[in-house]
């Protein structure tokens, strides 16, 4: 018997066929817990941006303002729940607080051009603090203001993947203690097929302090506001950690402890 929302069922002395009776009142609360589980409940959750156009939008869970969206997204994920997904529509998505997800979850965007993350004087856009996360299909504007530079995505787990998926990255000065991708545990993680768009010499992906392994493969970077291709750049800890990469169909330029070495 479905005891939610407060309904009163009747006692075996009305006249009327309790059994019947009981069954409809039941079978109405089940119908409106599917209802709600069709917007994502458990297992989907899709978000719409303030001025997504995709048809979806009628059916999202939660619907964002121009303001900062990293409260209602996080609250996707929350109901999305371990092993979901939180499917992000077509738009602009504002993050002004860095999002740390500690479940497992997948964000998946409609495109790396069409979802849009603007983040901007955060330390980063979105940390991962779970194991098996991943981020699919967003695109990531990052550093366009004055202010904090501002990296996308940090690493704070393992057997994370980060795929199809924009980084365009405006920094305003030359340090390298940022960058698109941030590695902050040891383990194994997968960036394959994504896009690079930031200035010469700086760091894609970067390492200093911890042993990431895993693959770096498929991706492709331009020297921002130019179509000048350039090789993604990477800062790895030590030996051991370039010893456990794997690199390929791409154009790499490798460094140890800031030494280059491939």
Do not use: W
Not at 108 to 113: A, N, V
Request: charged letters at 20%; hydrophobic letters at 35%; glycine letters at 8%.
């Amino acid at each position: 018997m479905n005891n939610n929302y407060n309904i009163t069922y009747p006692n075996e002395n009305d006249y009327y066929d309790i059994n019947i009776f009981n069954q409809n009142f039941s079978a109405l609360a089940d119908a409106i817990d599917k209802s709600k589980g069709a917007k994502g409940s458990g297992g989907e959750v899709i978000v719409a941006a303030h001025n997504s156009k995709s048809p979806l939008k009628s059916s999202a869970g939660y619907t964002c303002t121009q303001d900062d969206c990293s409260s209602v997204i996080l609250q996707a994920v929350t109901e999305a729940g371990e092993g979901g997904t939180v499917l992000l529509l077509d738009g602009d998505f504002n993050v002004k607080t860095k999002m740390e997800i500690s479940s497992t979850v997948r964000l998946k965007g409609l495109g790396m051009y069409y979802t849009r993350f603007n983040a901007d004087s955060i330390s980063s856009a979105v940390e991962l603090k779970s194991p098996n996360c991943c981020i699919q299909d967003i695109g990531f504007h990052c550093g366009s203001g004055e202010g904090l530079n501002t990296m996308a995505v940090e690493l704070s787990n393992s057997f994370i993947v980060i795929e199809n998926c924009h980084f365009c990255m405006n920094y305003s000065d030359s340090s390298d203690s940022v960058a698109a991708i941030y590695v902050n545990s040891n383990g194994y993680n997968v960036v394959r097929n994504c896009f690079f768009e930031q200035p010469e010499g700086r760091y894609m992906i970067n390492s200093p302090e911890y042993n990431m392994r895993g693959i770096i493969c498929g991706n492709y970077a331009e020297a921002l506001n130019s179509d000048k291709a350039i090789a993604i750049k990477i800062n790895l800890k030590d030996r051991t950690s370039y010893d456990n990469m794997s690199f390929g169909s791409q154009k790499s330029e490798v460094y140890i402890n800031t030494v280059i070495v491939q």
